[in-house]
């Protein structure tokens, strides 16, 4: 596994819907908990959602009841679907290990939420 290559953002408006995606071999499945982060501009990187490797999940504040985080194993896939987007959801994404590790950060997938 190297770096991670996340996709699926871009430009919504309020109340959008959007799935990011991020590949995720088998073997990292099977060895780490995982997670979605976020960095808001100006803003220090956050945690956005995890996923045990059984399966547990969790969700921060902001985006509880509006976020899903998801995996598809069989084809090393991870997802997170965030509904009814806000304004305070613009940021880059990003997939990692969680804790996360330094070296697996990529460039992450920007979302702007915008009228």
């Known amino acids: 596994q190297a770096q991670f290559v996340e996709s699926g953002g871009g430009l919504v408006q309020p109340g959008g819907s959007l799935r990011l995606s991020c590949p995720v071999s088998?073997?990292?499945?099977?060895?780490?908990?995982m997670a979605w982060y976020r960095q808001a501009p100006g803003k220090q990187r956050e945690l956005v959602a995890s996923?045990?490797?059984?399966?547990?999940?969790g969700y921060s504040e902001s985006v509880k009841g509006r976020a899903t985080i998801s995996r598809d194993v069989l084809n090393s896939k991870m997802y997170l679907q965030i509904n009814s987007l806000e304004l305070e959801d613009t940021a880059v994404y990003y997939c990692?290990?969680?804790?996360?590790?330094?070296?697996?950060w990529g460039q992450g997938t920007r979302v702007t939420v915008s009228p």
């Open positions: 990692n290990m969680r804790p996360p590790l330094r070296a697996y």
């Open positions: 088998r073997d990292v499945f099977s060895r780490y908990d």
């Open positions: 996923m045990t490797r059984p399966g547990v999940t």
